[in-house]
């Protein structure tokens, strides 16, 4: 748990800990990942399986996580602006099996949250939109129908949005660029 802590501590450092709103022209106002992770491993203990980690452009944080009493299942915890809530069932159209489930899920701890802000400047760089808005930041695995693939990878995607444009870019784990969508 130190070891998550202090990467998610250096992950605000670099980030800004003030969740809110981003206004033009700023960076993006980054939720408190530290706390709320320190909050969810106090209820769940460790290790923590991230199936899909959401932030949105208000610093809310939806992260859904499989259950470690319960392999087969999926909950959703839910942080906003220092309140955590969860667990939240997640329903699936069809549930994955477990094998599907074990693989799908990325281990909290080869999670680099400090690359987070220079994938965002790249992101507007890749873009051409220096002043453009977060919409949403998402991290899962690409195989989201949830069966297993040789080619699937976790994806971090970066939506940003200006009053001329919208893109996103898709980063793998380690920050490096895999596709760019400006329409």
Excluded: C
Aim: charged share 25%; glycine share 8%.
């Amino acid at each position: 748990m130190a070891k998550i802590l202090l990467a998610l501590g250096a992950s605000l450092m670099l980030a800004g800990a003030v969740a809110g709103a981003e206004a033009p022209g700023t960076d993006y106002g980054w939720p408190n990942l530290t706390d709320f992770l320190k909050q969810l491993i106090a209820k769940v203990g460790a290790p923590v399986k991230v199936y899909k980690l959401a932030m949105d452009r208000d610093g809310k944080v939806d992260l859904w996580i499989q259950d470690q009493a319960h392999p087969d299942l999926v909950d959703s915890w839910e942080y906003d602006h220092g309140a955590i809530e969860g667990p939240i069932p997640v329903k699936f159209d069809h549930y994955p099996s477990i094998a599907a489930l074990d693989h799908h899920v990325i281990e909290l701890t080869t999670i680099d949250f400090p690359r987070l802000p220079a994938m965002l400047a790249t992101a507007r760089t890749k873009l051409g939109q220096p002043d453009a808005r977060v919409v949403f930041i998402e991290l899962e695995r690409g195989d989201s129908s949830g069966f297993i693939s040789v080619t699937d990878t976790p994806i971090w995607t970066i939506a940003l949005d200006s009053p001329r444009h919208d893109g996103r870019v898709e980063f793998d784990l380690q920050g490096r660029v895999l596709d760019v969508d400006k329409d």
